[in-house]
Nanobody, 114 residues
Framework: QVQFVESGGGLVQPGGSLRLSCAASGSISSIFAIGWYRQAPGKERELVAQIRGYSSANYADSVRGRFTISRDNAKNTVYLQMNSLKSEDTAVYYC????????WGQGTQVTVSS
């Protein structure tokens, strides 16, 4: 079972950008769809972006036009480019396989604040 390690989070001002990385412990080539999720304090975890195949992506309404998901199968890594960040994007971000979730990683904290 592949495991994921998320990184790249941090403190950023509103309007800023971050690029998150999700490194898999094994090959992701055979995993059709991988998603980025987030969980804000007091809220349920939500799927914010999903990449199907190599480039077909879907986004939650709250992040569409600001976030971009991508994958590099050669590096077994999935990325989330986050632009025009807002305070409501503050959360712990995770990656996982929507169709058959694996054990959740520790995630990476993103804090958007001035």
């Amino acid at each position: 079972q592949v495991q994921f390690v998320e990184s790249g989070g941090g403190l950023v001002q509103p309007g800023g950008s971050l690029r998150l990385s999700c490194a898999a412990s094994g090959s992701i080539s055979s995993i059709f769809a991988i998603g980025w999720y987030r969980q804000a304090p007091g809220k349920e975890r939500e799927l914010v972006a999903q990449i199907r195949g190599y480039s077909s992506a879907n986004y939650a309404d709250s992040v569409r036009g600001r976030f971009t998901i991508s994958r590099d199968n050669a590096k077994n890594t999935v990325y989330l480019q986050m632009n025009s960040l807002k305070s409501e994007d503050t959360a712990v971000y995770y990656c996982n396989v929507p169709a058959r979730p694996v054990t959740w990683g520790q995630g990476t904290q993103v804090t958007v604040s001035s």
